[in-house]
């Protein structure tokens, strides 16, 4: 698949926001204080930011944005219109917590408008995962690893922006490394098992292959043969098409490998080690948080660059 | 209903008739089209089509051949590209065609991103997603002779490699020879579904062989000579 970096950019930037979001909504639900009162509304606002700045770029990607406001018509069966009604929802109902929060109010209000948040965040994680792992004809992203690994990632690197701003204005926080720490090998574990099961697929059962794709067992063959290869002899077209714009991204597998370990090491290594040995000053961890941001920006390139579409096999991919 | 097409991979000899004819009805309908080209006079011409015709190479030599393999949007019963479509743009007839109103479409790429036939081309000038229509706007104008209610692809090839026709019908003409020939939907393990029918090759009729053709040789020979030994 095109790796369109509209589309990479918003799910790194409003992945690590709502990750953020619902980690504040979490830690304000907390019976003990886990932050310091000046880190919550900055971290509202900061995560709200990170997700505007994902949505426009999403609204980029669309041929005909004029007509963006009629995506709210399909949800009951289209991912992608649940993600337009949640990212809808999300603001103004962020702003009323912003307004609570930011007003001290404690109580009933201030949980239920937390838990609410917390649910929207978390629910548009997932929206954003399952457009990918709904895809049939993509199959490396069909499995619960694709969400698994969204929602993770997408908390993970909202910690290491949370903890820029705990440092900032709260000094020692102890719990959050301890936290971020977890999340950032729960987000590691998820993404080594997505990789695992492309490479397992790969080799797999459910491959399609070109044979299939134009019906050589159903008896598209020379006659007096059962088992034929096939090839493709001539496109039909000598320019590039929509097709082989979208959908025929070659990767060349050296650069995969080295995308691969600048993901690794600047998504996980760096930030882990710092979060066990680091020095703990708010310019540091946000050097940290923006290493592992460009590290997330590589994984989710990857993401797109190493899907092959089923449409590949017509164009001549011997299996997919 | 189930409206499709029948493509007997047999007669069809890859002239691209049909997906220029199909170019050329869509270009200038009011379901579908402008379908916009890309520098079409420059160096590097591209746009978009509704239908487009691949060659493969089956088998090696002696016992290969040349497969050409024209395709279109299938109008699967099992649509993806419109349960994903977030606007409603795209949608699904009673008559069980699969079309995109091109006033709602925000063109975002997902319908095509779910169809694994690749049937779906998005027009860069337009913004919004383009499909073959089935020829909607020919198939029901009762302005044009009987015969003519038919789409443009299916009139152009010169074959007659082409059939239209309801699949849920089992007396159509498409439902019985998609049964004697054989008939197939392409990928059906994806699960979509597909409507249109792609019809084998042939069994083709035994070519005369070596020893066929010295038999031929002696009794040409012995044709040629007995004249001579009577004489």
Redesign the interface.
Known sequence: ?KPALSIVFFTVASGAGLGLLALLALADLCPVPLLSPAVLPRGIVLALLLVAAGLASSVL????????W?????LR?????RE?VLAALLFPLAFFYLLVVSFGAAGVRRAVSAIVICLLAWGLLLCTAM?YA?????RQWRTAWTPAAYLLLGHWSGALVLLVLAIGYGGEPRIWAWLAAALGVAALVAKLGYWRHGAADRRGKSV?T???????P????????SV????????????????TD??IFRLARRHAQALRGAALVLGFVIPLIWLVAGPRHWAAALAVAVLALAGLLAERWLFFADAR???RL??GDART | MKLGLLIDLDTCVGCHACATACKEWNASSSVSGPLSDYQPFGAEPSGVWLNRVRHYEVGDYPASKTINFPMSCLHCADADCVSVCPTGASYKRADGIVLVDQDKCMGCNLCAWACPYGARELDEASGTMKKCTLCVDRIYDELLPPEDRQPACVLACPTHARMFGDFDDPESEVSRVTAERGGFGLLPELGYAPVNRYLPPREPKALPGVDDARALLERGLASLASPAIRR
């Open positions: 698949m990607h669309l041929a005909k944005p004029s007509n963006a009629r995506s709210f018509a399909r069966t289209s991912w992608l219109s337009a457009i709904s895809l049939k004809p993509i399609l070109l044979e299939q794709a134009i019906g050589v159903q008896g598209v063959r020379p006659p007096g043969v034929a290869q096939a090839r493709l002899f001539d496109a039909g077209h000598t320019q590039r098409t929509f097709l979208e959908f579409h089923t449409v017509y164009h």
